[in-house]
Every structure is written in structure tokens, then in C-alpha cells.
């Protein structure tokens, strides 16, 4: 084989395989990923709702039947910084062990996700908010009014979220 012929069987074989990759990871849209990935991929999801800009909230969020979701988005590069999901009126309760919990996540993103949620390590509380952290990332749970809510994080900035919510216990935040 010359030189060449190597060079490109080795490209075609790289190219074939990355193709199969792809082919068979699911595409997911999660924090640290930009905003107009996130919305395209909701847009692929049936159990989510159509998300839509809301100044407010400095992100995007839509509510479908008793399911609410949003995407947070701080930076002026269209970064989302955390995702979250409300579940209200269901019974459903975000916990590590609930069956009902993991289907759900499968569902929405993946099996990777649910392990990663189910098999994390819990680390503190802060009021209402129960922190995990995962492999890939961190999690936040509450029981709020009417429901259940999750949150994802990027797993670096887990720390960050804690000494947050610690310091907005005991000073005026803008929430």
C-alpha cells in the first residue's frame, strides 16, 4: 500500500466509525450547551413542552400538562448554565431511588442521565434544596408547592450553587 492509500483507508475508517458514534448516541441538550441547541433539541422531545425566551426568568421555559422546564441562560454566549424540571399534582417525587423518577429522565434525556441522577452521592441541604453529585453532573431536588423539582448543573459549579444558597439563607438574593 503506498503512503497514500494508508492515509486514506486510515481517514475513511476514522470517518466510519465516528459516523456509527453518532449514529448511535442519542443527542441531548444539557447545561454548558447553547441555548439554540437546547431548544431544538426540546423540540424533539414529546414530553416537553415548546420552550419560549421569558426575560424574566433570563432563560427559556414552557409548561406542558403538569410538566414545567426551563433552560437558564446567563451569559451574553447563550450558555445554559442549568436546566430544571417541575413536576406538579403527579405523586412524582425526584429522588435517587424512584423508578417513576428514572423513567422519567430516561425519557426525557437519556439512560446515561437517569444512572448518572440515580447513582449519585448526596452531599448537603440547604432550606428546602437537597444537592447530588453525579459523574457527569450535579443535581438539585426539592419538594415545592404542589410538586417536585430537579434541577442540572454543570458538576463544576455544584460548590458554587451550595455557598450560594448558604448565603442567600441568611441575605437579601434576587431569586
Known sequence: MTKFS???????ASASAMAVILSIAPVNALPDQNISTVVKWAKTRPQLPTLRYNSEAHGYDGTKGKLYFYADVTDEKGTVTKEGITVSGSGLKFTTKSANTLKLLQNIYNSQIANDFQKSRYVTKVGRDL?????????????VQGGSSLQIIPLRNLQEFIDNAKYCQTNQCDI
Do not use: P, V
Open 6 to 12: 494508508k492515509l486514506n483507508y486510515l481517514f475513511s
Open 131 to 143: 444537592y447530588y453529585r453525579g459523574q457527569k453532573f450535579a443535581y438539585i431536588t426539592a419538594e
